[in-house]
């Protein structure tokens, strides 16, 4: 299994497990929300075949776009298909964020910022989900999914308002899943892309034709954006950074009111600076004028 591979084989789990959730929830389905939900489902087929390419992602882009322009003109989902389609986008987007991060997959930085941004976007649908009402015996409607996420986000920007002027932070509803198998799925997945990391600095190593950017066939293949050639140097930088991030951690759950920011914004920053620097100092390393 080659370093793309295993990036998402160990990533894609987390994903599954939140649209299993939203399906599991005892929901009144419409043809509207089960039309939007298959829309959206439309991308897997880049995992399948490479014949159409990104042209997968144009029907699910051109519905979120056309939807949010409606948002943004009326202020607001309103009546009738609105709930329906927000419905149908909550409940797809884990399934999206499965298919792009596929389709980036080869690359490894990209697949940082892409598996940081997936588990944002599961983070907001499972907490949509776990605000929602105790079910009727008819089912939720789509109307209540739509409240929820209002609700929350109307919360979070309160909360990042306190924030920014300094003062308490209530409660943000997006800052933790309340999910212990989230959590452990999420880690699988960040485990997933360090241990990619290290397959392709080990390959590079033991190649040097690998680590000139040579092409083979099979699982040994480097693609456009071969993993970081991590390096002993590099190795010490990844400690640096992972060190770093302990350090947010600790202080977020000592002084949340002053440290988080930091874990929210200093943290992501420092390991793609590592991971920008580590494969700028393999490129160098591998370059015939060095």
Do not use: C, K
């Not at 987390?14 to 649209?19: A, M």
């Not at 699988?188 to 080990?202: C, E, I, M, R």
């Not at 390959?203 to 950017?213: C, D, E, M, Q, V």
Request: proline content about 7%; overall charge positive; aromatic content about 6%.
């Amino acid at each position: 299994m080659n370093g793309a591979t295993l990036r998402w084989a160990l990533a894609a789990p987390v994903s599954l497990y939140v649209f299993a959730v939203v399906l599991g929830t005892h929901t009144a389905w419409t043809p509207t929300s089960v039309a939007t939900l298959v829309v959206l489902t439309l991308p897997l087929g880049v995992l399948v075949t490479d014949r159409l390419g990104d042209w997968w992602f144009v029907p699910p882009a051109l519905l979120l776009a056309g939807f949010l322009a409606l948002v943004g003109i009326s202020g607001g989902v309103g009546d009738g298909l609105g709930p329906q389609v927000l419905l149908g986008v909550l409940a797809g987007a884990p399934i999206l964020v499965i298919a792009s991060y596929g389709r980036v997959r080869v690359s490894s930085t990209a697949s940082l910022g892409a598996l940081l941004a997936g588990l944002a976007v599961d983070a907001v649908v499972l907490a949509v989900q776990r605000g929602l009402p105790t079910a009727p015996a008819t089912g939720l409607a789509a109307d209540a999914w739509s409240n929820v996420l209002f609700q929350l986000v109307g919360q979070q920007a309160v909360s990042l308002r306190a924030l920014a002027i300094g003062q308490s932070i209530p409660p943000a509803p997006f800052g933790a899943t309340g999910d212990a198998v989230f959590d452990a799925l999420a880690v699988l997945g960040l485990f997933g892309l360090l241990a990619s990391w290290l397959d392709g600095a080990a390959r590079s190593t033991a190649s040097p034709s690998l680590a000139r950017g040579a092409t083979g066939r099979g699982s040994d293949r480097i693609p456009l954006f071969p993993p970081p050639s991590v390096g002993r140097s590099g190795a010490r930088s990844l400690v640096v950074a992972v060190g770093a991030v302990l350090v947010f951690e600790v202080a977020g759950a000592l002084s949340p009111a002053d440290a988080v920011l930091g874990v929210a914004a200093l943290a992501p920053i420092v390991v793609g600076a590592v991971v920008l620097l580590s494969r700028e100092r393999g490129r160098h390393a591998a370059s015939p004028l060095q």
